[in-house]
């Protein structure tokens, strides 16, 4: 199931789907021979930390700042190929990272950075979009068995984090409902009160921004 | 020294194309409120946008300049006394975080417009003020920086430690 841990802010339909099939075949192929949660080793658990454009990388980028690098590590990072900004963002985090640790030899092996297609460009009409869609889950479902093939096979049970992206206050992004409606995240953080009274299983604690 | 003091006020549409918003800062109407609230310069930041501003320069009037991207609109808002933004979260948490007074313009062309959702919760907690491309001039008229509450930064630790805890590692 990709990686141990992966993390998204909204603008992420493709991964998000991706790992909706990838998890759906995983338990449909293991169904009974669940390992537990806490399989993750001293090593550290491989995380994606999904990226969206804009502001939605800064929220991104403060959780993972935040977090103990040792036990998230290695660290793949995905946005969009027509985003040259975040994957920027996370790789100056990475090498100021590295410049802490000189002594390391690791460096900046701990990260990757992949690009992935857009399922739909801000403004560009619905109907093109079913097909940049389905371009764009292909696309992000090869990236994820290609992360870690092992997976398919079951080494490890991945959770899932989603964290609703600050701009929703009233609704949930088509992302965020997906995940909420079918039960799919570990945990799904929102970022306002009212939106946590609206979906009562999202978790509330407070603002990233 | 000895000129009178400068008071910008930066427009910025980030990495979209708002032309409805540029054109509304290069009106007359929009222009006379601000020279009126006393600002002296006016940047704009146009992004993808085809509506060209036209440039002013020369006393007593409202100096105007534009330009399409820059690396560091940070610096842009950190010398700005005024943000007119567009309703993406970066700029508006950008110009929050330094302080600054803002109004944003909510893009009403967009298709899925849930960009207001932000912006409106933001002005109701008063954070900063909300207008359309219709309504920035009487905005500026009306607006009182003064009435403005500061915003406090969020932060990332109790998500992360709820992260943690779901994974059992200790709380740190």
Redesign the interface.
Known sequence: MGPDVSMAVCCAFPVLVSLLLIRFAYVMYHSGHMPSKLSASAAGMRSLIVLGSGGHTAEMMNVVTTLQKDRFTPRYYVAALTDNMSLQKAQVYEQSLVRVEVDKEEGVENAQFVQIYRSREVGQSYITSIATTLLATSHAIWIIIRIRPQVVLGLGWSSIFYIESIARVKKLSLSGLLLYKLRIADQFFVQWPQLQQKYPRACYAGRLM | MGDRERRTVFVTV????FDALVKAVDSPQVKEALLEKGYTDLIIQMGRGTYVPSKVSGDGTLQVDYFTFSPSIADYIRDASLVISHA??????ETLRHGKPLIVVVNED??DN??S??A??LATRKHLFCASPQTLGETIQEMDIETLNPYV????????S???K????PD?
């Open positions: 980030g990495t979209t194309c993406g979260s970066g700029s508006i948490f967009l298709m849930h960009q959702e932000l409106e919760e930064p969020g932060d990332a630790k109790p998500v992360v709820l992260i943690n779901f994974f059992g590692f740190d």
